[in-house]
């Protein structure tokens, strides 16, 4: 990735977050310009096929993607940045003398589009001669002309700029008068406008938007300051996910509110604010063993960390041993079947088709149709995450549909799809989880994460944390973070709540690959517990 | 087209900066061509090359602004994109922060560019591709590798006479080596402005002896030790901790720079002229550095000098914008583009030579802040650790999880060896007193 690429905000909690920008950047009403005649796409995808199969290629597929997106950034009473940018393009993957060969370019003319399919096979060409097994793909059946879109209530790009700014002034106005000193908070809309066409026969045509409106708060006491950030989560849905409805609130006595599929962004930062105020005073924790009830909006996290990524296959093959490392779940270990991953109450499963969800599309960036499938069954591994070229390496015949690519302009690989942990069946509140525990800590939001190369070793901590004595929460308490190994760490699962509890969070920016290309997942779960769990004081004199 | 003259870029922006309409308007143009190859299980898995010309303006009103970008060059593009920039500056609410654009500037002259790195082909990245992955072969073990070099242009024009021109190129590899059994892994990056100091099988050689030094790694418990990290590995802590450096945030108390002072206490509200490190402790940012050279303006086209962050462990300095500085009243400071720590003359060799008990660490992975106020990080060893006695490596060790803050361990320093060109900064190898780690990884 190129440094321009990028715009970097210094904000609270993100450290300096840089943020993928690559594209054009429009005025919003071209935003809303009618996208290309899907006829023309496939005129221009037939193109691109039949140029490299004339050149040799046994396979190939073309990406016409348009994608767009806005940035709406605010500090305090001050709008920094409005953005909108698009780009365009056409990616031609192909395969020729038995490997991969890709190329791209923003350049649409029939005559372009051509020469980009020749060089993606004469790339595949020269790469040949390093290559020393061909690639296999799994058969995926040809569907014809189809399209798919997110069901969205609103969609985000047609709402007035006003109005975004209007919001974020809002929530930052409701944390700097319930306590909070500063606050960074941010709009970030997504749309992917994608065309596939492949020499299996597929011509698929998807309108995928997602949404992300996080904040970062602070204040400063006597002796320091304090951070929390928003408790709110990246989705795959229109704005309607910013109405904040009643009905999605999940209350836990002494601890505060969790969002389930709407997300009340000012009544969030306002809490924010009195909370700030209480980790200034609030007690440090003391070291050592503890039950800890996590709930959805930090536990997600942990399964991306401890799950999503020790799963995919190609970490598990080597691929991307240079970069995000291998992994601990090797396929010997899948192949006994009896690998104990989890306490037998521990179900995770993979998918891309959950509404609401940011993994959610109807097929992958290589034509398969989407679906979900068991990753952890009774707390035993049964599967990872595969593409059409790795699944018969783990003798399977069928994709799982987990190909993705950023951009038109970059290849696509695989990526993690949704992985979530099923919900007790018995539909028990969170407070009920809470209530059979003796010393524990309860955790919400997502703080401070780190994770081995091979996915063995974690330390997590959070935005809040509540001590339980007794099964009540008690105080707000500070400076907690667990340390654990992944295996242990879920087989102590010992309780989880149930599907009224089950909330999606997820990851808008998951970077994966050299060179690196980000993703957005979600993790769905209930608020779930663990026993008896190392927890570490994190706060130092220096 | 993608690399422009200066000449050939002053022409365009100052057609550009014609078409505008605005109080105040600023041009950034940058061009870039590279390439890149991958490779993993000892065989190449991708490779691309990639091409890119942006332009970006941003229009101001008052002090309303609206930036628009574009890769079309034809003079209705041109217009069109000053015109759609002045469409949002007009919809943007006032910026009470907007300070003017500079006026002309002089700048030193930077050696960022080398023509070996442009020359680069497919070919060649092919070739040093291969020269890593064969001897992995013949030693039974496995690569997996990325090689990138990029060649561009910045130039920057504005309605206030300011022109700023500059071209860099950049190469860099690192590769992964595994035994077989995966039991043993070596690692080792290279990053330089000349190609042709890249030797892709020198550099491996080192990753494929840690690979096979580090199988069967012994269990040493947790706790404080006397650790030697390599340049790779002290780059994230130091570099965490210098984009910390912020008069800002310092001045609004949340920052490790901030100074606590108790209620209707006065005083400076940072630590500028305060020592906070060991006095061997030296950072600096010079744009005309022989090994590291960087551009010499920022990214809104101000000079940059060579200029102290650290000196004597005192904190010398802290980046700031035109804004702060105005109502700070201080001098506008810029981020530079790149560090130089100080360091002494001995080699890591040496540095290991003259340990009695300590570990060395090839790198850190995974490393994520725990505490902005005391800058405590979090993270792990990876790819190369091993246990120092008497002079000697003795044995390679599990990998650990370290909790630390920069703050420590640049005030626990024993030594400081040649500094080395590492993400585009120099740091030296630093042999550290009392580093903490707090539990053990079963990761190889």
């Known amino acids: 990735m190129q440094r321009r690429d990028f715009i970097k905000l210094g904000g609270v909690g993100m450290g300096a977050l840089t943020l993928p920008l690559s594209g054009v950047a429009v005025s919003a009403e071209q935003l809303l310009d009618k996208p290309m005649d899907v006829a023309y796409k496939k005129k221009l995808a037939d193109i691109a096929l039949n140029a490299a199969k004339a050149k040799g290629a046994t396979y190939a597929d073309a990406r016409i993607g348009r994608y767009l997106n806005q940035f709406v950034t605010t500090q305090e009473r001050v709008v920094d940045n409005i953005v909108n940018t698009e780009s365009a393009g056409i990616g031609i993957r192909v395969i020729a003398n038995g490997t991969w060969g890709f190329a791209s370019t923003s350049n649409m003319t029939p005559d372009s589009i051509a020469k980009t399919a020749e060089q993606a096979v004469a790339v595949a060409m020269a790469n040949s001669k390093f290559q020393t097994a061909p690639v296999k793909l799994a058969p995926v059946k040809g569907v014809g002309d189809v399209s798919w879109q997110t069901p969205i ?63 970062f708060a602070t204040a400063v006491g006597k ?39 709407s997300y009340d962004m000012v009544e969030d930062a306002a809490a924010a604010g009195k909370q700030l105020q209480a980790k200034l005073k609030a007690r440090s924790v003391e070291p050592g063993k503890y039950d800890l009830v996590l709930d959805p909006a930090h536990l997600m996290l942990t399964i991306h960390e401890s799950v999503g990524h020790p799963l995919e296959l190609d970490r598990v093959l080597g691929y991307e041993a240079n970069y995000a490392g291998t992994s601990f779940a090797t396929l010997d270990k899948w192949r006994s079947g009896k690998f104990q991953y989890g306490s037998e109450m521990v179900n995770l499963f993979a998918d891309k088709t959950q509404e609401g969800s940011l993994g959610n599309v109807a097929y992958d960036d290589e034509g398969v149709k989407t679906k979900d499938w068991d990753l952890v069954k009774d707390g035993i591994l049964v599967n990872y995450q595969a593409t059409r070229d790795q699944v018969h390496m783990i003798d399977q015949k069928e994709s799982h549909g987990c190909c993705y690519s950023q951009s038109w302009r970059d290849v696509q690989f695989q990526r993690m799809p949704n992985v979530s942990l099923k919900p007790n069946e018995k539909d028990i509140s969170a407070e009920d989880v809470i209530k059979d525990v003796e010393n524990g800590i309860y955790i919400a939001g997502r703080g401070s994460y780190s994770i081995d190369q091979q996915r063995y070793n974690f330390q997590f901590g959070g ?44 990851s808008f920016f998951d970077g994966k690959g050299q060179p690196s290309q980000v993703s957005a997942v979600s993790h769905g779960c209930p608020t779930t517990r663990f026993n008896n769990i190392n927890v570490i004081n994190t706060a130092r004199n220096v | 087209m993608t690399i422009l003259t200066e000449q050939k870029a002053k022409q365009l922006l100052t057609k550009v900066i014609g078409f505008s309409k605005a109080d105040e ?21 991708t490779a691309g090359e990639q091409s890119d010309l942006v332009l970006a303006v941003q229009s101001t009103f008052g002090k309303r602004t609206g930036v628009a970008t574009i890769n079309e060059f034809d003079d209705a593009s041109l217009q069109k994109v000053v015109e759609r920039s002045e469409e949002l500056a007009k919809l943007a609410p006032e910026n009470p922060e907007y300070m003017p654009l500079f006026g002309e ?45 990029t060649v561009g242009f910045s130039a920057i024009m504005n309605n206030k006479g300011l022109f700023a021109y500059n071209q860099a190129s950049n190469v860099d590899f690192s590769v992964t080596i595994r035994t077989n059994d995966g039991k043993g892994s070596g690692w080792v ?70 100074n606590k002072l108790k209620e209707g206490e006065k005083g400076p509200k940072n630590k500028l002229g305060q020592k906070m490190f060991d006095e061997r402790v030296n950072v600096y940012s010079d744009p005309q550095h022989d090994i590291a050279p960087s551009a010499p303006f920022a990214g809104n086209g101000h000079a940059l000098q060579r200029m102290d962050w650290i000196k004597d462990g005192v904190i010398a300095n802290m980046p700031n914008t035109p804004f702060w500085a105005k109502k700070s009243d201080n001098d506008y400071v810029p981020e530079p583009n790149a560090y130089v720590m100080e360091g002494g003359d001995e080699s890591l060799e040496d540095m290991i030579k003259n340990t009695r008990r300590g570990i060395l660490v090839t790198r850190l992975w995974y490393i994520r802040s725990l505490d902005p106020q005391t800058l405590l990080y979090t993270g792990l060893t990876r790819d190369g650790t091993f246990y120092i006695e008497n002079g000697k490596i003795k044995y390679p060790i599990k990998n650990f999880r370290f909790n630390e803050s920069p703050i420590v361990m640049l005030n626990n320093i024993e030594a400081l060896g040649k500094p080395q060109r590492i993400n585009g900064s120099m740091v030296p190898p630093m042999k550290i007193r009392d580093f903490t780690f707090s539990s053990l990884s079963d990761a190889v």
């Not at chain 1, 709402?159 to 919001?167: F, G, M």
């Not at chain 2, 041009?27 to 299980?41: E, F, P, S």
Request: glycine content about 8%.
């Open chain 1, 153 to 215: 209530k609103k969609n985000a790009f047609e709402v007035p700029i006003k109005d975004k700014v209007d919001l974020l002034l809002s929530v930052n106005d409701a944390a700097l008068t319930n306590g909070a000193n500063y606050i960074r908070s941010i709009l970030f809309l997504v749309n992917e406008q994608k065309y596939f066409a492949s020499t299996d026969g597929s011509y698929i045509d998807q309108d995928v938007h997602r949404l992300w409106a996080p904040f």
């Open chain 2, 25 to 45: 308007v600023e041009c950034n143009l940058d061009g870039q061509v590279g390439g890149n190859i991958r490779y993993a299980r000892n065989t190449v898995s």
């Open chain 2, 189 to 258: 990056t290279r990053d330089y402005s000349d190609y042709k100091l890249l030797d892709t099988q020198q550099a491996s050689a080192i990753a494929m002896q840690k690979a096979m030094d580090s199988v069967e790694a012994k269990e040493l418990e947790p706790g404080k030790y006397t650790v030697i990290l390599e340049p790779a590995a002290s780059v994230g802590l130091l570099g965490n901790m210098m984009n910390a450096f912020d008069q800002r945030s310092a001045d609004e108390g949340r920052s490790f720079l901030s």
């Open chain 1, 223 to 261: 002796n320091g300051f304090k951070q929390r950030a928003a408790l709110g989560n990246p989705v795959g849905m229109g704005f309607e996910y910013l109405d904040g409805r009643e009905e999605d609130k999940i209350k836990i006595a002494g601890a505060g509110i969790g969002y389930k599929n």
């Open chain 2, 105 to 149: 500037q002089k700048y030193l002259k930077s050696n960022t560019f080398f023509d070996t790195t442009a020359n680069v082909t497919p070919a060649d990245r092919a070739q040093a591709a291969d020269d890593s992955i064969q001897p992995s072969i013949k030693n039974k073990l496995t690569a997996s590798g990325f090689l990138e070099e």
């Open chain 1, 463 to 506: 935005q809040l944390f509540f001590e339980i004595k007794d099964g009540k929460i008690t105080e707000q308490i500070e400076d907690v973070a667990y340390q654990s190994n992944t295996q242990q760490f879920w087989n102590s699962c010992a309780q989880l709540a149930g599907k009224s509890d089950y909330r999606l969070g997820g």
